[in-house]
């Protein structure tokens, strides 16, 4: 049995394999409310065939969003369509999880295909204003970019709050496993990253005060988070610049994350300001995740340009990492999960599409016995 396609169970919640798809925003919803567009398009994944499907960032705040686009879960009037759709997934055999987020300094900015910049004056859209960012340190994220507000005490524990708030909501919608965005340059990153966090106090500096504000974050949300369901760490396993956070840290962060009852660390890259030293190739960010599974002693989640069925089995095969996360590809192809268990020779030997939806298998699995016959009529 190729292992991609054994089922894992993580805490009590059993996933039918071990494919993901990747959290992925829309900059699509209207006032934080996800919409029919967000129904169909995870609900393509679920019927496509995946093991975990993640909503989207999820703004714990409405200023821990990117955009006016981004989804929040900050008022029950979001809860809505994410019942709709957690509803959905699960009635297709597939795990749901969500990504609770706050942008920090990234936050206030267009639509990637409005401008992708901050909110400016010059660019706004009617009704939809700046709005004051926070960060670990008041520097801006680049040229041009809001400067945020350095956080103090009274900030950190409306984050925490916002958190917790949102994990209860997520809760209340059904969702099965919840992630904590960490990674990318966003709030909780920006304390990890000697890039962004320039403090003096006891939450900058050496690793264990960076750790201390996002760690606090981590608690709030796994002591909450009911113990039979996974929760899962979005990481920037490096920033990937010179000067800033290495793997060695985040092992180091990941074992504490683990001390917490984290459950998987998810293992992407960058997202500071700065000449890149990392270059993308395929499978580029698998590395980490082995490097990070092995030194910590937790599964690891790897992410990153990994297109192909071979190459996603090899990973967990190889034992570099537990999950298998597409984001891109999964959009170029929704069904990749099927086609990727027929083509690792993982489908039903009788008929190939009878774990497929009926409401699809029924008829392609016939499709494909015509066409069997009739290739077996053209050789002859
Ligand atoms: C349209 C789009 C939206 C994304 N949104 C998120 C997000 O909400 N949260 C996150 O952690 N990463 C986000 N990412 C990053 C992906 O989850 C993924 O880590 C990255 O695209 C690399 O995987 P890929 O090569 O399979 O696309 C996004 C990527 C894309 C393409």
């Known amino acids: ?23 992925m925003c829309m900059y699509s919803a209207e006032g934080g409310k996800l919409t029919d567009f967000h129904l169909v398009h995870l609900g393509r994944f679920a019927l496509g065939g995946a093991g975990l499907i993640f909503v989207e960032a999820t703004g714990v705040s409405p200023e821990g969003r990117i955009t006016h686009g981004d989804s929040g879960l900050y008022n029950d009037e979001q809860m809505e369509p994410l019942k709709k759709i957690v509803a959905f997934v699960k009635s297709q055999g597939a795990t749901i999880g969500i990504q609770l987020a706050h942008a920090g300094r990234k936050a206030s900015c267009q639509r990637p295909w409005e401008g992708d910049g901050p909110i400016t004056k010059d660019n706004m859209k009617a009704g939809e204003e700046a709005w004051q960012t926070y960060s670990s340190s008041a520097i801006p994220w680049g040229e041009n970019w809001h400067t945020p507000k350095e956080m103090d005490e009274k900030d950190m524990e ?28 966003y709030l909780l990153q920006s304390f990890l990253s000697p890039i962004a966090n320039h403090r003096k106090d006891q939450y900058g500096g050496s690793l264990e005060n960076r750790m201390r504000f996002p760690l606090s974050v981590a608690k709030v949300l796994r002591d909450f988070w009911p113990q039979d369901k996974p929760m899962f760490v979005r990481i920037s396993s490096v920033d990937g610049i010179e000067g800033g956070f290495t793997i060695e840290e985040a092992v180091e962060y990941a074992k504490e994350l683990k001390k917490l009852g984290v459950d998987v660390i998810d293992c992407s890259s960058g997202g500071q300001p700065g000449k890149m030293q990392l270059r993308t190739a395929l499978g580029y960010q698998v590395p980490f995740a082995r490097e990070i599974k092995h030194g910590a002693g937790i599964k690891t989640m790897a992410v990153g340009m990994i297109v192909d069925a071979h190459q996603a089995n090899e990973i967990v095969t190889s034992d570099s990492a537990d999950f298998v996360a597409l984001a891109r590809e999964a959009l170029n192809s929704p069904d990749w999960f099927f086609h990727a268990e027929q083509e690792l020779g993982q489908a039903p030997q009788e008929d190939p599409y009878s774990d497929w939806p009926p409401q699809y298998g029924f008829w ?17």
């Open 364 to 380: 392609l699995g016939k499709r494909k016995h015509t066409l069997d016959r009739l290739n077996a009529a053209a050789v002859k």
């Open 158 to 185: 409306k984050v925490r709050q916002d958190f917790l708030a949102a994990a209860k909501r997520a809760l209340a919608c059904g969702f099965d496993i919840l992630e904590m965005h960490n990674a990318h340059g």
């Open 1 to 23: 049995m190729s292992k991609l396609f054994e089922p894992i169970k993580v805490r009590e919640v059993e996933i039918r394999n071990r494919t993901v798809v990747s959290p």
